[in-house]
């Protein structure tokens, strides 16, 4: 019988760790001009995240893995930006470089 525990257990704590939980990727930017705009958004069929800028840089991090559209709210009298089709894998840092907004 303990032998049979033993071995129920090993199997189960196996088993447990055997499963790997997503790893969440980070979309990062910066904005021009970097007092244009306040937010960030990225958003996708399942997900939307926002983050506010700081100098004109920023970055949402906890992407699950998909599709984004990312868009930056600015400031009037710029017009708001951004850019689509932005690929988040697993564990990576997608950098989508400058959105330049215009009056």
């Not at 979309?27 to 996708?44: L, Y």
């Not at 399942?46 to 600015?74: Q, W």
């Not at 089709?85 to 470089?97: A, F, K, P, R």
């Amino acid at each position: 019988m303990p032998v049979i525990l033993v071995t129920a257990t090993i199997l189960s704590v196996t088993v447990l760790f055997s499963f790997k939980a997503p790893v969440a990727g980070t979309i990062r930017g910066t904005v021009s001009p970097p007092d244009a705009a306040v937010r960030a958004w990225a958003i996708s069929a399942t997900d939307t995240m926002r983050t506010n800028l700081s100098g004109g840089l920023f970055e949402l991090s906890g992407a699950k893995a998909s599709v984004y559209r990312v868009i930056v709210e600015a400031e009037p009298p710029y017009k708001n930006g951004g850019k689509d089709n932005v690929v988040v894998t697993d564990g990576q840092t997608v950098d989508i470089g400058v959105i330049k907004l215009d009056k």
